[in-house]
């Protein structure tokens, strides 16, 4: 059934090739949307500069994912216990040494990058370069970070960690069987989700019998839950061969010396999994650490812009109070408030990069008015009551030789405090409305205003609103001089 019938030109390798195209084809579509995404992200961050302080970090690591993604840049990363073997390991992939080694541990202190590119005479089984499928040439960088149990290390595997969750593929590199350390370690990182090759190293100095029986521990005891063992491999990274040579006397010597790598079968593992899943492996990964940046730019930006809307809705509160207070006229001073809430609702609107017209913030003061219920009624029947009386004892002032003039005051804080209260709810819920996006969210307006007005200590604010306003009016001379 290979060759193809008359009555049927396609075969089952055609089928296959057919399908083989259909999937690069999708995958390179998922990459391209994963890319303009990421790169509108970047291009949309929407910060102030203020908002950028402190940001620089979490910026920058955007900036590179996007880098990573249009340069179609694979990173892998050795993460295991000192003495184990993994700047050699990632020399051995180099085929230079560009990672320091040496006989002491801890030798790797910090995070060391370096790219790698298979050359075209490096030819393993068919596979000369190293590609993502459909996507032609790709960088690969190599990764070291220090020993996960080095002393004093804390910091150190913390960062060890981060790194995990950027990079795309992970080399956990062991030289015999797996210590608790090690389980524990390789454990937290199989949380990150990434696909994990477990590199049993120094094979060279253990008999075959000895290593045979180790592998066979490590694959059908210590790790059965965490990897599969299809990703584990056995190398030598860095062999010690004995070599007898002869003086010039004649003597025979034994020495040792460093022999060529047998790293072959972890070049074809991680050259298997690119070739399989590379680009998807790079997509899927940066939108993820993208993902969990931009989380943390967002609620920075939503902190600091929290801390202006508090201070604006605060000015507008004793904004409010104040042009209520002094106002001596009935009905006009409640329509100065109004006006009031208004320009509160469109400042904020601004502060939150939120395009709205003055009908939209007209709009939406009716709509958390009506929402507001029992509040905004007892604001108006309240202020209307304390208006008119306010008016009629600013009338009597001039014939009482001042004495109505403390009545007056009393009830120009009551009903500029009252006033206050409402706008500074007014400004709660819109600020809550803004920050999420000009969306009330599938609880509606009358939940979320329900929710924030039980979250109000009404009372206090009602206290804090009459000291700020009496000490307001008490200064300003204008009032005095009545």
């Not at 079968?265 to 940066?286: F, M, P, Y």
Request: proline share 3%; charged share 20%.
């Amino acid at each position: 059934m290979s060759e193809a019938s008359d009555d049927n030109p396609w075969n089952f390798q055609d089928l296959d090739e057919a399908l083989l195209s259909f999937d690069e084809i999708q995958e390179q579509l998922n990459y391209q949307q994963a890319q303009d995404s990421l790169r509108n992200l970047v291009n949309h961050l929407d910060l102030t500069p203020q908002e950028q302080i402190g940001l620089e970090t979490e910026l920058n690591n955007l900036t590179e994912m996007l880098e990573k993604l249009e340069h179609s840049l694979v990173q892998i990363a050795a993460f295991g216990m000192v003495g184990r073997g993994k700047s050699s390991v990632l020399n051995a992939l180099l085929g230079e040494n560009i990672f320091k080694t040496g006989p002491l541990h801890g030798v790797t202190q910090t995070i060391d990058k370096a790219s790698w590119k298979l050359e075209e005479d490096d030819n393993i089984q068919g596979l000369q370069t190293v590609a993502l499928s459909g996507w032609g040439q790709s960088q690969i960088q190599l990764i070291d970070t220090p020993g996960i149990d080095e002393v004093d290390g804390e910091t150190r595997e913390i960062l060890a960690h981060q790194m995990a969750k950027q990079v795309d593929l992970i080399l956990f590199v062991i030289s015999g069987d797996m210590t608790k350390v090690e389980f524990d370690a390789l454990s937290q990182l199989r949380e990150a989700g990434k696909p994990i090759i477990l590199a049993f190293n120094k094979i060279d100095q253990y008999p075959e019998t000895d290593r045979l029986a180790i592998y066979d521990k490590i694959r059908n005891e210590r790790v059965k839950q965490l990897v599969s063992p299809d990703e584990i491999v056995m190398i030598a990274a860095s062999p010690l061969v004995m070599e007898i040579t002869q003086d010039h006397q004649g003597n025979l010597k034994q020495q040792r010396r460093r022999g060529k790598p047998q790293i072959e079968a972890l070049k074809l593992k991680i050259l298997e999994i690119l070739h399989r899943e590379g680009k998807s492996l790079v997509a899927i990964n940066t939108m993820l650490y993208a993902d969990e940046v931009n989380e943390q730019i967002l609620a920075r930006k939503l902190e600091i812009r929290e801390k202006a809307a508090n201070q604006l809705i605060q000015k507008a509160v004793m904004t409010k109070g104040m042009a209520i207070a002094l106002n001596p006229v009935t009905v006009v001073d409640l329509l100065t408030g109004a006006v009031v809430d208004v320009a509160m609702i469109l400042a904020l609107s601004r502060l939150y990069g939120i395009s709205m017209t003055q009908q939209g913030a007209i709009a939406l003061l009716q709509k958390i008015g009506v929402s507001m219920g029992g509040i905004s009624a007892s604001e108006f029947l309240t202020s209307l009551g304390l208006s008119s009386l306010k008016g009629m004892l600013g009338l009597i002032i001039p014939t009482t030789a001042g004495f109505s003039l403390l009545p007056y005051l009393s009830i120009a804080i009551t009903q500029g405090s009252v006033a206050g209260v409402s706008c500074y709810a007014i400004g709660q819920v819109t600020k809550r409305y803004l920050a999420n996006g000009a969306a009330w969210g599938p609880e509606g307006p009358k939940t979320v205003v329900k929710r924030i007005l039980l979250s109000l200590d009404k009372t206090s604010i009602l206290n804090r609103i009459k000291w700020e306003l009496g000490a307001k009016l008490k200064r300003d001379k204008g009032f005095n001089s009545m």
